[in-house]
């Protein structure tokens, strides 16, 4: 009696996604998901095509299963009216914004309900993953639906990535103290180059790696972090009066006691 055939199991849609901003970051996003999943990007600056990824209309992009939202959070609120009549049911929109409280209430409140909402947040950026992105942090913020921890145990699987799961709120507090402050020192040793690059300590150039992680940021960044994180303005105005106070001991008290 021969065997009956065994029915080869149905091969599941490959989810689309669609990318809206294609700069810097963007592109990075494609070279990892795109192996992966078909990509489909809208900026319309964007005039070199990149591999795996078709260059379309805002209105093909949004109709994908996962929108991501790429571009610099000034600019967010305008991508998500552009998006907005042409999102799916069911769809994902996710944004890689440096900063969670803004674009989680913009996103919460602009976006149909039919959607659901994550924001993210990459701890790196196309410098600090020139080496691949194992290892590296994500914050995940969980805004609406129930697919943010999905997306976590995805990114840890496939990337290797460290992935957080924290509120936006708590999101911004750590990041006005973890980035706020790196961004801002490294803003302040830029404008002071000059600087010493052979005869240094191991402890300067450590800081010195920390500063060319972040020296070539677009300046939209460094405005988001600094200006756009509710949280940061108290932890730099608290860096501020006590790098005034230790000035002010060392003018003071010239002999150490």
Excluded at 50 to 61: E, I, Y
Excluded at 117 to 127: A, E, N
């Amino acid at each position: 009696m021969s065997e009956r055939p065994r029915r080869r199991p149905k091969a599941r849609p490959s989810i689309t996604i669609g990318l809206i901003g294609f700069g810097a970051f963007g592109r990075l996003i494609a070279a990892h998901l795109g192996p992966l999943f078909p990509i489909f990007a809208f900026d319309p600056a964007a005039c070199e095509p990149a591999k795996g990824v078709t260059l379309t209309d805002v209105a093909t992009a949004a109709a994908c299963d996962l929108v991501i939202l790429a571009m610099p959070v000034p600019q967010l609120g305008a991508a998500i009216a552009a998006i907005k009549p042409h999102l799916r049911p069911g769809a994902v929109v996710l944004d890689v914004c440096s900063v969670k409280v803004l674009p989680a209430q913009l996103m919460r409140a602009e976006l149909p309900q039919t959607v659901e909402i994550i924001g993210t947040h990459p701890m790196f950026g196309p410098q600090s993953a020139r080496g691949g992105v194992k290892g590296l942090k994500i914050v995940i913020c969980p805004i609406r639906g129930p697919r943010a921890r999905m997306l976590a145990a995805f990114l840890r699987k496939t990337f290797g990535l460290q992935a957080i799961i924290a509120t936006p709120e708590q999101h911004d507090r750590d990041a006005a103290m973890v980035q706020g402050l790196t961004h801002l020192i490294a803003k302040v040793l830029v404008e002071m180059e000059p600087l010493p690059r052979h005869m240094t300590t191991a402890s300067f150039d450590l800081l010195m790696r920390a500063v060319d992680m972040v020296r070539y940021d677009a300046p939209e960044v460094f405005y988001a972090i600094e200006r756009l994180n509710p949280f940061a303005p108290d932890v730099r105005r608290s860096f501020f009066a006590l790098a005034a106070d230790l000035a002010e001991t060392l003018e003071k008290n010239g002999d150490a006691k």
